[in-house]
């Protein structure tokens, strides 16, 4: 079984103490003081603790701990003093950061597997299995405010602005407008082969992925979907077998609209989708790597490093201790001019 996972944090630089397989990452998308421009990372994984751990990546500690039943699939930061998170006990709760209190907010007839935060609207947003969205208002007395039912289950999803993205079994895409949630604005298949493992947005187009990134773009006029593409990555020709392995995860990058992908491979790549060229692939980790993320301001990246399953049981024997990485960004995240 894995080791305990840890946290470093250097030029590129460890924290945490319980055995684990998975890790998730949620970076806090707001600039802050110091001393809370912190990750938040979940440890999850087969035969796991069930815990949220917040971590301070300025003076590399631990900061709260929040235990729960079962695995944890989903996180994400509401404000500077509180998170949500779910997962397979299909309960949604709120994270008292500063007071380390759980409190409940509800729950799916299945397990919650993403969430995202809607700032302008204080409304936090779930994706289950049971083919659901929920919109919440944790002040509430009844903190649920709509559910919307879904043609299959929730993978994945993403927001920005008041476009929500989300990415379900089938290969099916929902765009929505979350101020108008009678229906989806855009309902497309997937340009992908394969299950969605992955999704990012930034304000012109998405990204999904499974052993290589499509990019789509929300214009449905046909100028906008003519530009839409494809492109093969974290692959690697071994004594002439093309040996292909799944990308777990997208970042955008806040600033510069760059964007960094996480492979079983163990490698990050940085890439430029305006010139659709590689910026940079950082030095190689010791595993897997199933999420990176940003920090607020783009000066920091996540990477999350542990066994992601793809060999069985027999590979979680050798599997090393996991990790989180926090590594500082530079010239490599800036796009270049196109030729």
């Known amino acids: 079984m894995a080791g305990k996972p840890t946290m470093y944090t250097y030029d590129e630089g460890r924290m945490s103490e319980d055995p ?15 001393s809370l421009k912190a990750a938040v990372s979940l440890f999850l994984g087969h035969g796991m603790p069930k815990t949220v751990r917040l971590y301070d990546v300025i003076t590399n500690e631990q900061k709260a701990k929040f235990d729960h039943r079962a695995a944890v699939l989903a996180c994400t930061f509401g404000d500077a003093t509180h998170a949500y998170s779910g997962g397979l006990d299909t309960g949604v709760r709120q994270l008292d950061l500063a007071a380390e209190k759980v409190t409940y907010v509800g729950q799916h007839e299945n397990a919650v597997v993403a969430m995202n935060y809607a700032r302008e609207q204080n409304a936090l947003i779930t994706g289950s299995w049971d083919q659901s969205l929920r919109f919440w208002d944790p002040r509430a007395e009844t903190a649920e405010v709509l559910s919307h039912a879904l043609p299959e289950r929730v993978y994945n999803m993403d927001l920005v602005h008041n476009t929500l993205v989300v990415a379900m079994a089938s290969r099916l895409f929902h765009i929505y407008d ?64 093309d040996h292909v392995w799944p990308v777990n995860a997208l970042a955008f990058h806040p600033v510069y609209n760059t964007f960094a992908s996480a492979g079983s491979d163990g490698t990050v790549s940085i890439w430029d ?22 920090s607020c301001d783009g000066t920091r990246l996540a990477v999350g490093v542990s066994y992601t399953w793809d060999d069985g049981e027999e590979g979680a024997k050798t599997a090393e201790r996991p990790a989180v990485w926090i590594r500082k960004t530079g010239e490599e995240v800036r796009p270049r001019q196109a030729s």
Do not use: N
């Not at 684990?20 to 110091?34: C, D, E, G, N, W």
């Not at 989708?273 to 940003?294: D, E, G, M, N």
């Open 273 to 294: 989708h305006k010139v659709k060229k590689r910026l940079r692939q950082y030095p190689k980790y010791s595993a897997a790597i199933p999420c990176v993320a940003f």
């Open 20 to 34: 684990v397989q998975k890790i998730i990452l949620s970076y806090l998308h707001r600039p802050l003081t110091a």
């Open 178 to 241: 979350i101020r108008k949630m009678s229906e989806p604005a855009q309902t497309r298949e997937s340009s992908l082969k394969f299950m969605t493992r992955s999704l990012a947005c930034m304000a012109d187009w998405a990204g999904s992925v499974e052993g290589r990134i499509g990019v789509e773009y929300f214009d449905p006029s046909h100028e906008a979907q003519s530009k839409k593409y494809a492109f093969k990555c974290h692959r690697q020709t071994i004594d002439d077998v």
